[in-house]
């Protein structure tokens, strides 16, 4: 998946090429922070959730939260990395007002987790691309710095403070800022499998920082990084490395040297620009922290965590496309959310015709939730899929026409019935009697003579309006393969 | 002389007498704060203890007068005490003898404060103190240092200075501090009473403001071994909110008196080790004399008396002033005045930073964090920070060595009597004072100091050190030695 | 052998904790540090190849904590210990010459004030 560069960048995509490794941070579902048991609530009052220890009140100490290190176990076995049985928090010491301790604490020599692959694509001969991810650690949240509620003041809210993290390290293995969008959306829904978190990107729980350094083509030393800050989606992301990319190559032309700095994405005038930094800000004094004794984990445990991961989006998806003959772009959108899949794999052993069940799901099913504004969970409240395999039944053994089973979904939909009721009550059986679909004919040749005629003397695409007119009459209960049958007998004498 | 006891009892007898119904709450705590008074514990003379509310001890005593509260055990019934202020408090303010956190009250308590609460203590006032802890004299506090009620002249040692001069004055018979490097034992043998480090772990750091995470430990300070046992037994044991406090059973430390074996001969199946690193050619001939009278009492006592060797000793100071410097300049980066504190507002937030840590912090403060944080800024850290704790392992394996030759060692507490005011100026030189006492610190083993015997009228201490957990034996020796001294300790 | 401790180590060392040193004290402090760590030698000559580093006494692992439970109590407001506080925020002064900021309000802290460099959580060194 070399995909082909972004117009900025073209012009320098023989002679240079980009060179990026990702940190992602991602915040974990964990009820509570990471060492206290302040609530982790999104838009609670300013301060609201904090605490002695969180506000680092003299005295305050951290303990650790056990369901945060059970969701970062998941999530760095789930991106194929080796957990350590023992790992350390270390203190990284700066000051920021939204840093209340003056040090986060972290991992630092000794992390959660190394060494794990995110497979990003294919390469154009159909090698698998896979970028490695260095390591996995934890880390706690710092609060939010507000500099423009108040004229005269800074705003601190310390409700993030101390919220779990895991920071994710990507080798600089990336290629181009396709390949950075799709270790993004890997990574993503990786952890959202495995439910360490809701990943989203708007509302703060993922966050990306970008290394990017460039070389001449078929050179393997690294140049210098330049580090990008302040990105706030996946597209803002492969924007900001195509402006870096192409900034760098500028430089590179003109024989300038490029400095190692941290720059930060303008996402309004599209433009990254240096954030100014005092030279000694980066003396982070790590030490092993004192408070926290290290984490031991057995590795019967971390076996048994390993056991109990749902199953992961590449494996889903290979297995839906054996086991239910679906192509890659349907697998694709059916495990873009895991719940989709579930929803399309019981429709499909319910009813038994899996491209049937396939087709409506990744249909009617994705148009009528986007059409209501409908969530899943929603939809699946209204239209379970025990009931749209009975519909999909129904239009199977012909007791409803394609038409009238689409009439009878939309019905589903709207108010949460199963559909033999609405069959029932509406009376959008398949009519299959002869009678009664003969005389719907006869009443529509006799209303369209003209189309009849000119029908009659070879005009054969206007079958499908005669068709359609009958079908029409009938509400949509004319089996169509008899109307066109019984048409084609009254008008050709067959 | 000793300590004159309040109402002529131990804090235990007192503690019996409350919880019976036979003595007031009340008449104790007024006991104490008369006593005060008389010595004058405040800023008028000894300035031992900075804070406290006569009118909210007086009203705490009396609720405990008034509830029935008859089935609940109650060992400290009424027993009026004096914590370090560098220890979370309701009420009292916590100011770690700075200006830092001048007039700043805890909106939380100590668990170490909790648990003697609900054991009936009241709370009578703040100890006096070493700025954040950093001291070997109590005249590095802001609000001014603390004389010694044996010799007002003089040191009362520290950073514990105003808790050891509390119980020395009488006016409390037992008080917390903490210990980093001594900072309980070496006041409390300045002082003439008994000051226990716990095993690091024993006690909960919940709402100890931290100076050296690895090695602050809150300890205990009374008049007698008995008084600072119970004390201990109260505060010790697991703590959910201090994940470095130990996962270890708190025994009975109490009777301190074993019922079996010869009352004539009580340590005859104990070994006591003498190390000879702690004691030079330059220990003080008459100290010296009294810490060998000592050292015959335990063998009369029955104990086997044998000399043994920590190779390492002579590393504990420089060790200790690498690592403790470095814990602390990190932990006490969140004294910036943004959340709580005082804060000397400037021009944007890193000035506001530097001013308020410049007039917060004094001389010797500074000198710390600067020394911690340039021993852990990169190109310092490997030679420093990393030889430092390398350095200290080999300190705590002498003592695993040692420890499976015999049962309790037996040491100088100090190197020197108790200083006059003033006289230690040169900061390496106070460091030194910690010499015989930083090891256990370093080690995590604990270690008490007792009273031995006086030169010049100056009390000197015999320190005790056992190993892991090992303060039934600890006690155990100090108690028979504290019987067989009798007066001879104040003398 | 040892570095001297030197006035440009102090100012650099004291930038990093944030403590505004007057000027006029540094030469002392300079001298005072050096000192300290002068006594500090006697640890580079100890043989410590086979040594474990005591990172912590205190052995079995740090303990874990439910995610549930009651939110730590504070006795009274928080207003009652912050220096300054608005509308349930703590207020810390800006640059006098910060003039309306480009901050965004979302996930990101939002641009900083030019002075104000921040490093947040991000990055292993």
């Given amino acids: ?93 700066y000051f920021y007002p939204d840093l209340p301790k003056g040090y986060q604490i972290s991992q630092f020599d000794r992390p959660l987790a190394t060494g794990g692959q995110v497979a990003i694509g294919e390469s154009p001969e159909g090698a698998p691309l896979v970028a490695a991810v260095t390591r996995v650690h934890l880390e706690e949240d710092a609060g939010r710095s507000i500099h423009d509620r108040f004229d005269d003041a800074t705003a ?112 309004t005038s599209e433009t990254v620009r240096p954030a100014r930094s005092k030279e000694d800000s980066h003396d982070y004094r790590y030490f092993a922290d004192p408070d926290l004794p290290p984490l031991v984990l057995t590795s019967e445990w971390i076996e048994a965590r390993r056991a109990a991961l749902p199953e992961l989006p590449a494996a889903r998806r290979a297995r839906l496309r054996e086991q239910f003959a679906l192509g890659g772009r349907e697998t694709e959108v059916l495990t873009g959310d895991p719940r989709l899949a579930d929803y399309f794999e019981s429709v499909a052993r319910v009813h038994g015709d899996a491209r049937a069940a396939a087709n409506w799901v990744l249909r009617d099913v994705l148009a009528a939730m986007n059409d209501a504004g409908l969530s899943l969970a929603e939809f699946e409240l209204r239209v379970r899929p025990a009931d749209l395999a009975a519909l999909l039944d129904l239009v199977r053994d012909g ?12 019905a589903m939909v709207r108010t949460g019935e199963p559909p033999s009721r609405i069959v029932e009550r509406e009376g959008l059986r398949q009519v299959t009697d002869d009678a009664q679909l003969g005389a719907w004919v006869d009443a529509v040749l006799a209303a369209h003579a003209d189309e009849v005629r000119r029908f009659a003397a070879g005009e054969r695409k206007l079958q499908g309006f005669l068709v359609g007119q009958v079908m029409k009459r009938s509400g949509g209960t004319a089996d169509p393969r008899r109307v066109t049958a019984l048409l084609l007998e009254r008008v050709d004498g067959r | 002389m000793s300590p004159t006891p309040l109402l002529g009892r131990t804090a235990a007898a007192l503690a019996e007498a409350v919880a019976a119904g036979v003595l007031p709450a009340g008449d104790v705590v007024r006991a104490s704060l008369d006593r005060a008074r008389a010595v004058g514990a405040g ?93 070997s004299s109590t005249e590095h506090s802001a609000y001014g240092a603390t004389r010694n009620p044996i010799d007002p002249a003089r040191v009362p040692g520290g950073s514990s200075g105003g808790s050891a001069a509390a119980v020395a004055a009488g006016v409390v018979p037992i008080a917390l501090g903490s210990e980093t490097g001594g900072s309980v034992r070496q006041p409390a043998a300045f002082c003439g009473v008994v000051g226990i480090k716990p095993t690091y772990g024993r006690v909960s750091r919940h709402g100890l403001v931290a100076y050296a995470s690895s090695l602050d430990q809150i300890g205990v300070l009374a008049a007698t071994v008995d008084d600072a046992a119970l004390a201990l ?74 000399d043994v060797s920590l190779p390492h000793t002579a590393l504990a100071v ?129 270690a008490m100091s007792v009273p031995v015997g006086r030169v010049d009228g100056l009390p000197v201490g015999g320190q005790l050190i056992a190993p892991y957990f090992g303060e039934p034996v600890m006690l155990r020796v100090a108690a028979a030695l504290e019987r067989a001294l009798g007066e001879e300790a104040h003398r | ?60 692992g740090t303990p874990l904590r439910a995610d549930d439970g009651e939110q730590y109590p504070l006795a009274g407001d928080r207003a009652a210990f912050a220096p300054a506080m608005r509308d349930g925020f703590f207020l810390v002064p800006r640059l006098a010459s910060h003039g309306g900021s480009a901050g965004a309000g979302g996930p990101a802290t939002g641009a900083a004030p030019a002075d104000e460099p921040r490093a947040p959580g991000g990055g292993t060194s």
Avoid at chain 1, 399 to 410: D, E, M, P, Y
Avoid at chain 2, 371 to 396: D, F, M, N, P, W
Wanted: hydrophobic residues 45%; aromatic residues 6%.
């Fill in chain 1, 1 to 93: 998946m070399s995909a082909p560069a972004a117009p900025a960048s073209r012009a320098w995509a023989d002679r240079y090429e980009m060179v990026v490794g990702l940190e992602v941070h991602v915040q974990l579902a964990t009820a509570t922070k990471l060492f206290c048991n302040c609530p982790t609530t999104f838009a609670a009052p300013p301060n609201a959730n904090t605490c002695p220890v969180c506000l680092a009140l003299p005295g305050t100490l951290p303990t650790l939260n056990a369901h945060a290190v059970e969701l970062a176990v998941r999530a760095a076995l789930a991106l194929g990395c080796t957990v350590h049985p023992l790992s350390v928090f270390a203190r990284k010491n």
């Fill in chain 1, 156 to 267: 601190v809210d310390l409700n993030r403070a101390g919220v779990p993290l895991i920071e994710i390290v990507g080798e600089p293995d990336l290629r181009s800022s396709a390949e950075a969008g799709a270790y993004l959306r890997v990574v993503r829904q990786v952890v959202q499998y495995v439910g360490a978190s809701a990943a989203n990107m708007e509302e703060g729980s993922l966050r990306v920082d970008a290394n990017v350094s460039t070389r001449r083509r078929g050179d393997t030393g690294l140049g210098t990084k330049v580090e990008i800050k302040n990105m706030n989606s996946f597209s803002a992301v492969e924007r900001a490395l195509e402006v870096e990319f192409a900034r760098q190559c500028a430089l590179r032309e003109a024989r300038r040297p490029i400095a190692q700095q941290t720059m930060l994405w303008d996402a």
């Fill in chain 1, 399 to 410: 007791s409803l026409s394609h038409t009238a089973g689409a009439r009878v979904f939309a």
């Fill in chain 2, 43 to 135: 800023p008028e003379w000894l300035n031992a203890v900075l804070w406290t509310d006569a009118d909210a001890a007086l009203e705490e005593a009396a609720r405990l007068d008034a509830a029935p509260g008859a089935d609940l055990p109650r060992p400290l019934a009424g027993v009026p005490v004096v914590v370090k202020d560098n220890i979370a408090t309701h009420r009292l303010p916590t100011t770690c003898g700075s200006r830092m956190l001048e007039g700043y009250v805890s909106p939380y308590e100590a668990t170490a404060v909790a648990r003697l609460r609900a054991a009936g203590a009241v709370l009578v006032g703040k100890g006096n103190m070493d700025e954040f802890a950093m001291g």
């Fill in chain 2, 233 to 306: 037994e109260v505060i010790a044991g697991r703590d959910p909110l201090d994940a470095t406090s130990a996962d270890h059973p708190v025994p009975r430390l109490r009777p301190v008196d074993a019922p079996d074996g010869d009352a004539a001969r009580p340590l005859a199946a104990l070994s006591v080790g003498v190390p000879r690193e702690y004691f030079p050619p330059s220990l003080e001939p008459r100290m010296r004399a009294r810490l060998d009278r000592a050292v015959d009492h335990l063998r009369e006592l029955g104990a086997t008396v044998r």
């Fill in chain 2, 318 to 446: 420089p060790t200790y002033y690498v690592l403790a410097p470095a814990e602390a300049s990190s932990n006490l980066a969140r004294f910036d005045g943004v959340r709580y504190g005082r804060r000397i507002a400037g021009d944007g937030v890193q000035a506001t930073y530097e001013r308020t840590r410049s007039q917060g912090f004094g001389p010797e403060v500074t000198r710390r964090i600067l020394l911690g944080t340039y021993v852990l800024s990169a190109g310092y850290h490997e030679a420093y920070y990393r030889k430092a704790q390398e350095v200290r392992a080999l300190i705590a394996l002498d003592f695993a060595n040692v420890f499976a030759d015999v049962d309790v060692l037996f040491t100088p507490t100090t190197p020197t009597l108790a200083f006059p005011l003033g006289a230690v100026s040169d900061p390496y030189e106070m460091y030194l004072s910690d010499v015989f006492t930083a090891t256990a610190n370093l080690a995590g083993v604990p």
């Fill in chain 3, 1 to 60: 052998m040892r570095k001297q401790v030197t006035e440009a180590d102090v100012r650099h060392v004291a930038a990093l904790a944030r403590l505004g040193l007057d000027a006029a004290r540094i030469p002392a402090l300079a001298r005072e540090l050096d000192a300290i760590l002068d006594h500090m030698t006697v640890l580079s000559r100890v043989k410590t190849e086979d040594v474990q580093p005591v990172t912590g006494v205190g052995a079995g």
